[in-house]
């Protein structure tokens, strides 16, 4: 009797056990279905990259003696969304079973759940093979913790995977975290490194893609594709990251530049999203960089709590929130995302530069993600759910168990502080201190009021005078309170004034 195994487009994990032996009575099964490609507006290359990846390890599979059943976009037979395909490829092989890999997203694990529970065929659900820690593992962690402490959560993931620390469980350097050596602007050296990652030729697959009538934006670039679509480009992407720029990550983890969009970072998100890469071979080969002397502990640490801590960390949060986290928004916010979120076309520019870069590449950094894109959003009042439908869409990395965390939670507060400690807000002057961005803009980084004016700094005050009785008591929010006390009535008056305006003309700015 058959057995049919479904491997989702982001389960591309070819060292996945199922593959250790072949089996004759096994088919695996992928498909590219507009249940998939149509729950958010998606960026072009984020459709290709995926479905040419989902191609490639059939290709890999099929090469190695397995059976492999692919139905693609344009299949005559493709019915276009999971149960349906099923349905059909299940009376197809006269299969006697049905296996499926866990879902990372609630809506596919709620789907297959679904599905599964009315199916006359036996099924199961396998685990993926991929993180370090079990679904529930943060919730029982935090179960006698008043707050969710990303730090708590990174620390006992160092012991219990014996990452950087000595035969005592103590941390390796005698500190956990070097943040404090990673808040370095860059000015120009050393040099970042240039783009290691060899280009693919996709348009063929593009021109399904179009055919099929699937909508998106962005730049789709299939001519030159430049993300890894298998397992060995994807090391080989390790292998340049950890040779090149792994020794400057540190200190420039934070840094933004008009002059290199990516600085010193690894743009191994898609790879490790995709499962292509597993979080442990990518830790363990960091670690290795430093006991070999080619890094420092702060990069080889600051790197390390980025995947062992924060990546797991965020999955926990998804998993023991969902499915109400996506409802939550504290600040109440409605506000439509401003038309040049679709075109970059703006006179702030870091704005102009980090929606730019997203465009172009599917991709920006954490910091403009976070300091500039999702800063505006919070000071501005953008709907949450609309911010979070457009992250989870333009970004190659998003899935939705890691966008969604960072964008509602860690980027615009909207969880009420459970994921970050403070809002991360700014006005031009945190902006200013990190890139060079200022320098040339359309807007003056010093004024508050007037036509020039910064757009960051009235909205950043605006933002903590609206929110005085839901903020003030935060310790991490520091002198905001006192500094806006100080000021005389008028002047603030005249701030929130000039924010309101601001409000009411977003498209223009
Ligand atoms: P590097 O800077 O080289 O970091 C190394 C790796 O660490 C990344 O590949 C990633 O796997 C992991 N990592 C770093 N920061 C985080 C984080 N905050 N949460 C989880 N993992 C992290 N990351 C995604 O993978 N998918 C997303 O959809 C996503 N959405 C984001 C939305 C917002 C608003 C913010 C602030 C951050 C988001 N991030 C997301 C985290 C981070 O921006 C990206 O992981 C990173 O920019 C990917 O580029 P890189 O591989 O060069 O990262
Ligand atoms: Fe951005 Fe303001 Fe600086 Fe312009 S002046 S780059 S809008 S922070």
């Not at 980027?411 to 002057?429: C, E, I, N, R, W």
């Amino acid at each position: 009797a058959t057995t049919l195994r479904l491997l989702l487009g982001d389960q591309l994990n070819a060292q996945h056990s199922w593959f250790r032996h072949r089996h004759d009575d096994v088919v695996y099964v992928l498909m590219e279905v507009r249940q998939e490609t149509d729950y958010v507006l998606h960026h072009a290359q984020k459709i290709i990259a995926i479905f040419a990846g989902m191609r490639e390890l059939a290709r890999q599979l099929a090469a190695s003696g397995h059976r492999v059943c692919y139905l693609t976009i344009d299949d005559a037979a493709n019915l276009q969304s999971l149960p349906a395909n099923l349905d059909m490829l299940l009376a197809r092989y006269s299969a006697a079973e049905f296996e499926y890999q866990a879902p990372d997203e609630w809506r596919l694990d709620a789907q297959m759940a679904t599905y599964t529970r009315t199916l006359a065929v036996r099924s199961a659900m396998v685990d993926s093979e991929h993180f370090y820690s079990a679904h529930g593992e943060a919730a029982q962690l935090f179960s006698k913790r008043q707050r969710w402490l990303m730090e708590h959560f990174y620390r006992a993931m160092r012991v219990k995977h014996k990452v950087l620390v000595d035969a005592d469980d103590k941390p390796l350097g005698g500190q956990w975290n070097f943040d404090h050596d990673n808040r370095k602007s860059w000015p120009g050296t050393p040099t970042a490194p240039a783009d290691w990652r060899a280009p693919h030729d996709h348009s063929a697959l593009w021109e399904t893609i179009q055919k099929a009538g699937v909508a998106s934006f962005g730049a789709p670039h299939a001519a030159a594709l430049a993300w890894p679509l298998n397992r060995d480009e994807a090391l080989q992407h390790l292998d340049a990251f950890v040779e090149h720029a792994l020794p400057h990550f540190g200190q420039f983890q934070d840094a933004m530049s008009s002059r290199s969009s990516r600085l010193f970072h690894s743009l191994l998100s898609f790879a490790l999203n995709t499962k292509m890469l597993n979080p442990r071979e990518v830790v363990a080969r960091v670690e290795s960089a430093w006991h070999a002397g080619h890094a420092p502990l702060a990069a080889v640490e600051g790197y390390i709590r980025q995947i062992l801590g924060w990546r797991e960390y965020v999955r926990g949060v998804y998993w023991e929130q969902m499915p109400e986290y996506v409802e939550r928004n504290v600040f109440g916010h409605t506000r439509a995302l401003p038309g040049w979120f679709w075109t970059g076309q703006t006179k702030m520019r870091c704005m102009a530069s980090a929606i730019g870069d997203s465009l172009e590449h599917a991709h920006t950094h954490h910091i403009h993600r976070l300091m500039v894109i999702g800063n505006f959003a919070l000071v501005a009042g953008l709907d949450p759910v609309a911010l979070h439908h457009w992250y989870l869409g333009v970004y190659i990395d998003a899935f939705e168990w890691v966008e969604l965390p960072n964008t509602l939670g860690m980027s615009q507060f909207a969880d009420g502080g459970m994921l970050a400690t403070k809002p991360y807000v700014s006005s031009a002057a945190y902006i200013d201190r990190m890139s060079d961005y200022c320098k040339g803009c359309h807007y003056d980084k010093k004024q508050r009021l007037g036509e020039r004016a910064c757009p960051f700094n009235a909205l950043y005050w605006d933002f903590f005078a609206r929110n005085e009785e839901r903020l003030a008591s935060n310790p991490r929010i520091g002198m905001v309170y006192p500094q806006l006390r100080k000021m005389e009535p008028e002047a603030v008056k005249a701030l929130r004034e000039k924010a309101g305006e601001l409000r009411a003309q977003l498209d223009g700015l």
